[in-house]
């Protein structure tokens, strides 16, 4: 989830601590709520004054209890060697923006239920301190306002809880499915869904509460956290179809079997008439007729300048062969995207597993045809499983060999 328009505060445990200027909202309901509501109703006689202090110091432990929150799930992942990017908070809470995807069922697990753990710990602190307050102390304010704390964390760790992507309780609905179906995509792209059906009923609920003439602002921030849930559960499905797709197509399925090869000594203008029917297909360039010794992909050049095009020859401007990365055509796709992502290649040489042979390549427009966008539910067509990978691992970019 990326949330726009935020300014760094600060850094806690390492991770770049942000807030959303929407935040003043939260900030202003909150003391609203406290100084206008709680405390009357609890002490009607207490001076306006020693209302709002308090309710702009419940309002800072607020925004604490939800950046403990946070920071439990960020300093959990860390133990998972998966890195938080920043903490965010905002107008519907906290996100701890992770780096990468947890690389096991158990650290999704873990990394999930750290935030709600945090919260946890937070209402029993805050329950203490109650207490504590109550019985040692002669404030009457203090501990109105650890209790409301104390119920906030409560309600924090609670709600998080519904098994829905992204909430917490989804990501632990997703360790779980994770575990059972050994497929982590899948079982990201389920736990999605069940957010979509929660996001989708919270709006439902709240807009007929709504047209019935209930006007109170919790109806209207269920349908706001509704839609919220909703957009984001929906990409969430299309993150995990399109990656579980990709983990599901080998490389042989896009690629062009024995590119006709064409001599390097062609000028780039011969070369691109000479390929003109498969713009895509990245072709091995020979030189008196041997093994390839550089490889060019067509549609690259059309935008060469039409002078420079005669004058060039293809050979001088291609990817020498020793450079241009490999892959297997067994490989997932998906593990050559993630292999060679700092690359960014625009052409792969693909070889047979058993041979060690090179049988064709694959362009980076034909990698592009596997990222088609999947329908609403994230369904995909034609999901081609593998046998099993290559056991002898990924070939070493550019090399050529494992
Ligand atoms: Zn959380």
């Given at each position: 989830?990326n949330v726009?328009?935020?300014?760094?505060?600060?850094?806690?445990?390492?991770?770049?601590v942000q807030?959303?200027?929407?935040?003043?909202?939260?900030?202003?309901f909150?003391?609203?709520?406290?100084?206008?509501?709680i405390?009357?109703?609890?002490?009607e006689d207490?001076?306006?004054?020693?209302?709002?202090?308090?309710?702009?110091?419940?309002?800072?432990?607020?925004?604490?209890?939800?950046?403990?929150?946070?920071?439990?799930?960020?300093?959990?992942?860390?133990?998972?060697?998966?890195?938080?990017?920043?903490?965010?908070l905002?107008?519907?809470g906290?996100v701890?923006?992770?780096?990468?995807?947890?690389?096991?069922p158990?650290?999704?697990?873990?990394?999930?239920?750290?935030?709600?753990?945090?919260s946890?710990?937070?209402?029993?602190?805050?329950?203490g301190?109650?207490?504590?307050?109550?019985?040692f102390?002669?404030?009457?304010l203090m501990?109105?306002v650890?209790?409301?704390?104390?119920?906030?964390?409560l309600?924090?760790a609670?709600?998080?809880?519904?098994?829905?992507?992204p909430?917490?309780?989804?990501r632990?609905?997703?360790?779980g499915?994770?575990?059972?179906?050994?497929?982590a995509?899948?079982?990201?792209?389920?736990?999605?869904?069940?957010g979509?059906?929660?996001?989708?009923?919270?709006?439902i609920a709240?807009?007929i509460?709504i047209?019935?003439?209930?006007?109170?602002?919790?109806?209207?921030?269920?349908?706001?956290?509704?839609?919220f849930?909703?957009?984001?559960?929906r990409?969430?499905?299309?993150?995990a179809?399109?990656?579980?797709?990709?983990n599901?197509i080998?490389?042989?399925a896009?690629?062009t079997r024995?590119?006709?090869?064409?001599p390097?000594?062609?000028?780039?203008?011969?070369?691109?008439?000479?390929?003109?029917?498969?713009p895509?297909?990245?072709t091995?360039?020979?030189?008196?007729?041997?093994?390839?010794?550089?490889?060019?992909?067509?549609?690259?050049?059309?935008?060469m300048?039409?002078?420079a095009?005669?004058?060039?020859?293809?050979?001088?401007?291609?990817?020498?062969?020793?450079?241009?990365?490999r892959?297997?055509?067994t490989?997932p796709?998906g593990?050559v995207?993630?292999?060679?992502a700092q690359?960014?290649?625009?052409?792969?040489?693909?070889?047979?597993?058993?041979?060690?042979?090179?049988?064709?390549?694959?362009?980076?427009?034909?990698f592009?045809?596997?990222?088609?966008?999947?329908?609403?539910?994230?369904r995909?067509?034609?999901?081609?499983r593998l046998?099993e990978?290559?056991?002898?691992?990924?070939l070493?970019?550019g090399?050529?060999?494992?």
């Amino acid at each position: 989830m990326n949330v726009p328009t935020s300014i760094r505060v600060g850094r806690i445990f390492g991770v770049p601590v942000q807030i959303n200027l929407s935040i003043l909202f939260v900030a202003a309901f909150v003391v609203w709520t406290v100084a206008f509501q709680i405390l009357p109703a609890v002490y009607e006689d207490s001076g306006t004054r020693d209302r709002l202090a308090a309710a702009i110091a419940s309002s800072l432990l607020f925004f604490i209890s939800i950046l403990a929150h946070e920071v439990g799930h960020a300093v959990v992942a860390r133990r998972h060697d998966v890195e938080t990017e920043s903490i965010t908070l905002w107008f519907l809470g906290g996100v701890a923006k992770l780096l990468r995807q947890a690389p096991t069922p158990r650290a999704e697990f873990q990394i999930a239920a750290a935030g709600p753990a945090a919260s946890f710990i937070m209402a029993l602190i805050f329950a203490g301190a109650t207490w504590l307050t109550n019985r040692f102390t002669g404030w009457e304010l203090m501990p109105v306002v650890l209790a409301w704390l104390a119920a906030i964390n409560l309600l924090l760790a609670v709600s998080n809880m519904f098994p829905a992507a992204p909430l917490d309780g989804g990501r632990v609905l997703t360790a779980g499915l994770w575990k059972r179906l050994g497929d982590a995509e899948l079982a990201r792209l389920l736990s999605a869904r069940c957010g979509m059906i929660l996001g989708g009923a919270m709006t439902i609920a709240g807009s007929i509460a709504i047209m019935f003439g209930r006007y109170g602002f919790g109806w209207l921030s269920i349908v706001v956290m509704g839609l919220f849930l909703l957009f984001s559960a929906r990409s969430e499905v299309i993150g995990a179809a399109v990656r579980g797709r990709l983990n599901h197509i080998p490389v042989a399925a896009l690629m062009t079997r024995y590119p006709t090869p064409q001599p390097g000594s062609l000028s780039v203008a011969h070369y691109l008439s000479a390929t003109a029917s498969n713009p895509n297909v990245a072709t091995p360039l020979t030189h008196w007729g041997h093994e390839p010794v550089a490889y060019a992909l067509p549609n690259r050049l059309s935008g060469m300048d039409p002078f420079a095009q005669s004058v060039t020859t293809i050979g001088s401007i291609a990817i020498p062969a020793d450079v241009v990365p490999r892959a297997w055509s067994t490989e997932p796709l998906g593990r050559v995207t993630e292999r060679l992502a700092q690359l960014q290649p625009t052409i792969v040489v693909v070889h047979d597993p058993t041979t060690g042979a090179e049988i064709g390549t694959i362009s980076s427009e034909q990698f592009g045809q596997a990222l088609v966008v999947p329908d609403y539910w994230g369904r995909l067509a034609e999901l081609v499983r593998l046998p099993e990978d290559d056991p002898r691992g990924p070939l070493v970019p550019g090399s050529g060999r494992r």
